[in-house]
């Protein structure tokens, strides 16, 4: 299953105020229904793992609205999902072009950099996600993720605090805590983050497992 936290849902005043800028030709009511339709099931599929159903329904969406952000930034993260990657960084690069504060955007954009070993490029576009959006806990704890692969414990252990901080309800983050904490041998405090964790829902004997099989991964 993927995952687009941090997604702010397609309004259809949004979608009159984009239409509105730089002279663009006006949706009609139906297109814009239209296109919030496409929207919303290429994310469903997306989210379901459908690949190539979503693609289908965002180029739908741009069939309607070539230039609609979400749309681009969504086929994008289709093709990256495909290993389509030239593909995924035109899309990526179009949408934030097109809006330079979209944070999703460079969101996906590190997550393709990364995985072509661009890795400061990466970070940087991570950093500058968390700049236009820093209320969104999905920023921090992204780039803690990718600090905990890289093996900067004490950063990841920071961005997954302040993720905390924004959203103190989120077993995940406890549990992604208690791993870096673990990773740097705080145990007593990888142990208080586990117990959050179950206390909000996770599975005990589950992310204990999980957090023995990581250090263990990780020492090797």
Do not use: W
């Not at 030709?25 to 190539?52: C, I, W």
């Not at 117990?195 to 005990?204: F, I, M, P, Q, Y």
Request: hydrophobic residues 45%.
């Amino acid at each position: 299953m993927k995952s687009f936290a941090g997604y702010i849902a397609v309004t259809f005043l949004a979608l009159l105020l984009a239409a509105a800028c730089g002279g663009e030709k006006e949706l009609s009511p139906a297109e814009q229904a239209q296109l919030v339709t496409h929207l919303n099931t290429a994310r469903a599929y997306f989210t379901a793992g459908m690949d190539n159903q979503a693609l289908g329904e965002y180029e739908m969406a741009l069939a309607i609205d070539p230039k609609s952000v979400d749309a681009i930034d969504g086929r994008g993260a289709v093709y990256l999902s495909l290993e389509r990657f030239d593909e995924a960084l035109v899309d990526f690069n179009k949408a934030i072009e097109l809006d330079p504060e979209f944070d999703v955007a460079y969101l996906h954009r590190a997550n393709l950099y990364i995985k072509q070993n661009r890795v400061e490029e990466g970070f940087a576009d991570l950093t500058k996600a968390i700049e236009l959006n820093p209320i969104d806990p999905f920023n921090h704890s992204y780039r803690g993720d990718y600090y905990l692969a890289a093996r900067n414990y004490p950063a990841a252990v920071a961005d997954y605090t302040k993720a905390i901080e924004l959203a103190p309800e989120s077993s995940q983050l406890y549990s992604v805590r208690a791993t870096a904490y673990a990773l740097m041998g705080q145990s007593a405090k990888s142990a208080l983050d586990v117990t959050k964790a179950v206390s909000l829902g996770a599975d005990r004997a589950r992310l204990e497992a999980s957090i023995d099989k990581i250090v263990q991964d990780f020492r090797q």
